[in-house]
């Protein structure tokens, strides 16, 4: 018990000096986090308060019990996914791993440690984003005190069930596949299992019959009859119970919620006992996996067309993302997500033909779909192939190549990619839609140049800030700044592309549609160069000199 | 040829290299030594043209780096101490790629990486991963991929770390050749024994300055302690001779 207390202490001392560098910094950052936390909490507050006060007129029920046990549900079903990937990395790949190996700490108390740490973690944002909705139906009933304590425990110990659940699955297959291995295979487990998430929700539930107000009831209605079922419906019996201030019953639901997740607990310590040491000693050495020596690959000869440092770079990532299942994992959902959207945009929205001259919403949407497509095709994935450089940018920075060069090496991919993206939901928009000559010539235009502007701004934003650090996630690779601008660059092209749209509207009343089309494409392929090319200069010009950490 | 002109490196307040004036000529080995933290690693950095200097600036073989950082680093083979290479690419792509980098013809590319495949032991490693290799392996082909453009200029930063003693041997008798052959190496080491063997010339730096150049003779005459190893020199010039005071008083 005193090791796990002194490696707690370690973490928490540790997460506290990563908030800043400066150690002056370190309050304010947690001051400022403290703050926004707040924020949230406040917002959702009144928010739930709203909702519990709120009442289906048609079949004359509260929806509180339901937005409780839809919170619930979402958090549970949020843990429980990313519970495999946390509990992986906290267990096998943190950086002090082999550090603790070598100390005379037991297996099961650095496995305790980082457990408790975990739920520590997790309770923080659960505390901030889940407290406020048991907090607002205490204050609609006018709960106790005892309400608001052991509503506020369960919420910190939420995360103990899903976690322990990912722990039973983990602890054992660790012990037989390589944990390194074991992350590829959870993640695409975990991007799989979205899709088809996504894909039965849209079959059973399409969005154009939640616009019907019988539809709307039978939700309601079919949620209820779902909840008793639910696996977090224990936490719905202990708030009502403990609100309407049945104090015995809420407390003995507590009781034996806290007892199976202390039981849960144990059970997982004991199972580390067996399994941790083994898991453990799979990544003690560099050679991790199989050594399998690769066939001479067929030479990818597509961009053959490019100068010899650019095509080298393009080559090289697209072995890269090939290659490595973190990268091309991450790359997978952003298809996915421009797939559901295509159906969602084009197909269901898209029941009548676009044939006439005027512009409606569904015009809108459509190309609302092309700058989102471009949006998700080509700026995630722009800055994402620069930072994944990683700590091997040296090799780049110590060669005979111009930042001009690299940039465009970085563009090549996302660009095309973009491109042909668009190619496709262009064909199929073709198919279903049979748009008219305005909006051929405007989808063209937009199609066509988004991926070129939203590329740019993805690798010259990069450039601006040109840290390369070794993550464990290639989400994490790019800086929080990059991440930032590049979402309000982002919007910015939205809001543009909205501008487009009138514009457009405006144009067809004066020119006529096919003239209006045709001005149009001219006007975004002007705009995309010289905005491209100008921050493509502005880009090359900072990335001089890189930051290696 | 490298030539250093007040090179200088500032963090914020802290000054890392100060005023840096060294020459080295064409085959001839520069040992770089210095204790932790002394800016060796600066140094090379800036040589390298990974790092902006704050002050002063270097010439490659004649061209300046901060002016025309392309065409020097064409002349320029780089040897990191710690050899962060693309994981996921074979060790045949991997010089393959550096070479296109460099602008190599792919033929003569292919003759140069069998040739240090078969130097270094790694022709049956060639075609796997290099997330395959253990420490001693990618700094061998790192060493490769330094040598593949047949650079004038080799830069290297701790060159035998993580290397098996036959390795190291391969790599001091390598820098010895490729010293023969014309070219400039500077390296920076911890390990004074090869310093002291292999190196025409040493420069000391110690907290950003360099406080001794020379052979080891000269080395010895500014010590004015004519029998003295690199080793006692170095404690010496670098205030460290203290510690022999310390590990006497603790015992060992």
Known sequence: ?549 | MIETKNLTKAFGKLLAVNNLNITVNSGEIYGFLGPNGAGKTTTIKMLAGLLKPTKGTALIDGIDILKNPIQAKGHIGLIPDSPMVYQKLTGREFLYFVADIFEVQRDSAEKKANEMFEMFSLQDKADVMIENYSHGMRQKIVISAALIHDPSVLIFDEPTVGLDPASAKLVKDLLRVLAEKGKTIFMSTHILEIAERMCDRIGIINQGELIAEGTIQELREKAKDKTANLEELFLELTGGEDTKDLIKFLGY
């Open chain 1, 1 to 549: 018990m005193k090791n796990v207390l002194i490696l707690l202490r370690t973490n928490f001392r540790t997460s506290y000096n990563s908030l800043a560098k400066n150690k002056k910094l370190r309050p304010i950052f947690a001051i400022s986090i403290g703050v926004a936390g707040v924020v949230a909490f406040y917002f959702l507050l009144k928010l739930s308060r709203f909702l519990y006060n709120l009442k289906i007129p048609l079949v004359n029920i509260s929806l509180a019990p339901l937005i409780l046990n839809i919170v619930m549900l979402v958090a549970f079903i949020y843990l429980l996914l990313g519970s495999f990937s946390i509990m992986l990395s906290t267990l096998y790949f943190s950086s002090d791993t082999m550090l603790l190996l070598s100390l005379p700490l037991k297996e099961r108390d650095v496995f305790s440690g980082r457990f408790v740490f975990t739920v520590f973690e997790e309770s923080i944002w659960l505390f901030f984003l889940m407290y406020p909705f048991f907090v607002g139906y205490g204050m609609v009933n006018q709960a106790n005190m005892i309400f608001y304590a052991e509503t506020l425990l369960f919420v910190l110990l939420f995360p103990v069930i899903p976690l322990t659940i990912a722990v039973f699955v983990i602890l054992p297959l660790a012990k037989k596949i390589h944990p390194k291995k074991l992350q590829n295979i959870i993640m695409i487990i975990n991007v799989v299992f979205s899709i088809l998430f996504v894909g039965i929700m849209q079959i059973t539930n399409p969005a154009y019959q939640i616009v019907s107000k019988d539809a709307l009831t039978n939700l309601f209605s079919h949620g209820f009859s779902l909840m008793r079922f639910l696996p977090t419906n224990i936490g719905v019996y202990l708030t009502i119970s403990l609100a309407e201030r049945n104090i015995l019953i809420g407390t003995f639901v507590f009781t034996i919620y806290l007892v199976i997740s202390a039981g849960l607990f144990y059970l997982c310590t004991l199972l580390s006992l067996n399994t941790y040491k083994e898991g453990l000693g799979k990544i003690r050495t560099a050679q991790y996996v199989k050594i399998v020596k690769r066939k001479a690959e067929k030479e990818f000869k597509g961009f053959s067309f490019l100068p010899t440092k650019i095509k080298a770079i393009a080559e090289k990532d697209v072995k890269m993302i090939r290659r490595d299942q973190k990268l091309s994992v991450s790359i997978l959902p952003i298809i996915a997500y421009l797939a559901v959207f295509f159906f969602i945009f084009v197909v269901v929205l898209g029941k009548k033909s676009l044939g006439n001259e005027s512009f409606d919403l569904s015009s809108f949407m459509l190309l609302f779909f092309f700058v989102f497509s471009s949006y998700m095709a080509s700026l995630q994935i722009a800055p994402m192939l620069f930072y994944t450089e990683s700590r091997s940018v040296w090799v780049l920075f110590a060669s005979k190549i111009t930042s001009q060069e690299l940039l465009w090496s970085k563009f090549v991919i996302p660009f095309l990619l973009g491109e042909v993206m668009n190619a496709l939901f262009f064909i199929l928009m073709i198919l279903v839609r049979h748009p008219s000559i305005n909006m051929i010539f405007v989808s063209v235009g937009l199609a066509l140049f988004l991926p070129f502007i939203f590329s740019i701004i993805g690798v010259s934003t990069s450039a601006m800030f040109p840290i390369f650090r070794e993550v464990k996630s290639p989400k994490k690779i790019i800086p929080g700044k990059v991440v930032l601008i590049q979402t309000v660059m982002g919007y910015t092209m939205f809001g543009i592309a909205f501008g487009f749209f009138f514009l457009n509207r405006l144009l067809i009343k004066i020119w006529g549609g096919t003239i209006a089309g045709i001005a149009i494409f001219i006007l975004v392929g002007i705009l995309s160069f010289v905005v491209g090319f100008s921050l493509m200069f502005a880009g090359s010009r900072r990335l001089k000199y890189v930051e290696i950490q």
